[in-house]
């Protein structure tokens, strides 16, 4: 079982950043892939951002077309930790961003993933 804890959310003006957090309980983080998932009101939950590690090539990332070049994530696996810097926040960015863990590469970008956090909310004002 794995605990996902996110924090960092809050409201920024568009063109600001934030960087959100997401702490993972459990003693094999390094072995997950760690996905952000973002859902605005009324819409369905869509994939923001995943990171595959491993001990050979270290991390892969991938990104959704909307943030590529905005977001990056991140990882720490001595903190069991994964972060999702955001840059020149838009309105539209606007979200609650959810923490994604799953043991399986096969998830990556899909919203297949087995573990969810609670999530935090990002507000971006105009």
């Known amino acids: 079982q794995v605990q996902l804890v996110e924090s960092g959310g809050g409201l920024v003006q568009a063109g600001g950043s934030l960087r959100l957090s997401c702490a993972a309980s459990?003693?094999?983080?390094?072995?997950?892939?760690m996905g952000w998932f973002r859902q605005a009101p009324g819409k369905e939950r869509e994939f923001v951002a995943a990171?595959?590690?491993?001990?050979?090539?270290?991390?892969?990332?991938y990104y959704a077309d909307s943030v590529k070049g905005r977001f990056t994530i991140s990882r720490d696996n001595a903190k069991n930790t994964v972060y999702l810097q955001m840059n020149n926040l838009k309105p539209e960015d606007t979200a609650v961003y959810y923490c994604?863990?799953?043991?399986?590469?096969?998830?990556?970008?899909?919203?297949?993933?087995?573990?969810w956090g609670q999530g935090t909310q990002v507000t971006v004002s105009s």
């Open positions: 994604a863990a799953d043991r399986s590469y096969l998830v990556l970008t899909t919203k297949r993933y087995t573990y």
């Open positions: 459990g003693r094999t983080f390094s072995r997950l892939v």
């Open positions: 990171d595959n590690w491993n001990s050979y090539t270290g991390s892969s990332t």
